[in-house]
């Protein structure tokens, strides 16, 4: 079973605020000595109260003194440094609630006006609704694309990049053309610009030769430029 927590304000009530100081004073005085042993410190408590007539000491008047004087002998400025008061500790509480109710009311807001949104996705007209409300829904509209920009960038940068595939295919095409030419090159003459003829040119009589090679060379670089390049 979880502990309660305890309301931090004035007990009212006096013989609840006298049983809540004996319990409270004995958890503070046990809590000084485990942290002086564990620590090895040296520390002191000095304890007064309206039901005593003389203040509870921790460990004992001698050995308070000598903590006291102690830090009597340090400088001003390192004697406040971390000293507290009861006015520092409300200003320090109520800066914090501060802060946690203007987060608050901010995610609120958000909420609202996202609610106000998906009504006029759903249909919903923008009559009725002022200036400070458009405002807050154009600015959410804006943080919302940024948001689905940012996903789609990430998920561009994420997706591999696609093969490109298309110089080794016209590669193996050209290799499977020329094995088929060698194969069967009277078939295929035609497909190479058309024939080399001797003679008279007119196509008749004389063999069709390839251009391999012409005595200059030419048709040779010709076919090593188109079916030998790297």
Not at 9 to 20: E, G, L, Q, V, W
Not at 207 to 212: A, S
Request: proline letters at 5%; a positive charge.
């Amino acid at each position: 079973m979880t502990r309660k927590k305890v309301k931090l304000a004035f007990i009212t009530n006096d013989s609840a605020r006298k049983a809540t100081f004996k319990k409270r004073k004995k958890g503070l005085m046990k809590k000084v000595s485990e942290l002086s042993t564990l620590c090895g410190i040296e520390s002191c408590a000095i304890v007064y109260s309206p039901y005593e007539a003389q203040p509870d000491v921790w460990p004992d008047v001698r050995g308070a003194q000598r903590v006291l004087s102690q830090f009597k002998r340090l400088p001003e400025m390192e004697q406040s440094k971390k000293m507290a008061t009861q006015e520092s500790l409300l200003r320090q509480r109520m800066s914090k609630a501060a802060e946690q109710l203007k987060k608050v009311g901010k995610d609120n807001r958000e909420k609202e006006i996202t609610h106000l949104m998906y009504q006029c996705l759903a249909g919903k007209g923008l009559q009725g609704l002022g200036l400070p409300e458009l405002n807050d829904m154009g600015w959410l509209i804006d943080q919302n694309l940024k948001e689905i920009c940012k996903r789609i960038e990430g998920l561009k940068k994420a997706a591999p990049p696609p093969e490109n595939t298309k110089p080794a295919e016209e590669k193996r095409s050209q290799q499977q053309w020329f094995t088929d030419w060698m194969e069967n090159p009277s078939d295929n003459q035609l497909q190479m610009g058309g024939p080399f003829e001797h003679g008279d040119g007119a196509g008749g009589g004389d063999d069709m030769i390839l251009p391999f090679n012409d005595g200059n060379n030419h048709a040779a670089a010709m076919w090593s430029n188109v079916f030998f390049q790297n």
